[in-house]
């Protein structure tokens, strides 16, 4: 008979409020290298330097978003590194569905949607950058009231706010709660049980099953239809020969 895995133990949270910083990320990956205990969570009012994924910027006037980043420090091979980001994706998801009442769809690799636009979106960082991972940092950004021509040129017309959605919006301490609990639910799930029931999770909440899709990649396009994710936390891309491909980093463009 096997014997259940044990399970792991609960992250304690400790969040903080910060007022205006330049970046919550870069915020954390200071602590994490000044040897912070996982569990450290710090929300900001706004952000002089917000950080997207890809080198983007990430808007963050005061009154407009949610701006919030999570110190973990899972232990896990660096060859894991994207399973984190497939958690927090799956995690923030669900609980942004759970406090605003509309589902929350993904676009890989965790881009928040409604209705297929973009609500929000996450950058996982780690410390140090290369090798073992001694820390990750998930850093959060949720477009809570951002009005329609607030967001760069790139992604307006296919971005949103909660509250132009129609969706409740809690209080800050609220949600940032909410999304703190389904977080560390998740990352005790995954140490636990392994990412076979992540990854099941992900592919389920992903708005973009089925669909065909062009991906921007390192080394130039790729297009196909989107299958779901592996083992790995990849993209599974479809391509028209019927041989799946696997992809670790890129980005999907919309046809
Ligand atoms: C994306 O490009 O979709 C990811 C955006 C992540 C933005 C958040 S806001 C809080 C944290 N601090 C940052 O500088 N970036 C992340």
New binding site residues.
Partial sequence: MRTPAASAPAVRWRPEKAGEV?????LLLERARRGEAEGLAVW?TS?R??????G?T?L?PPGC?L???ALLRPPVPPEQKPLMSILAGAAIAEALAEIGGLPVGLKWP??LRLDRN?V????CEYEPKGGPVAAVVV???INLRTPPGGYPEEIRGRAVSMEEAGCRIAGEEEMIEALLSRLGSWYRDFLTSGFEPLRRRWEELCDGIGRRVTLSLAGGRATGTVAGIDAAGHLLLEEASGSVRSIDAGEIAEP
């Fill in positions: 330049n970046s919550t990320n870069d900001a952000q330097a917000g950080r997207g994924r890809m983007r990430w963050s978003g701006y919030f980043s965790n881009d973009k929000g979106g996450i950058l850093g959060v950004g």
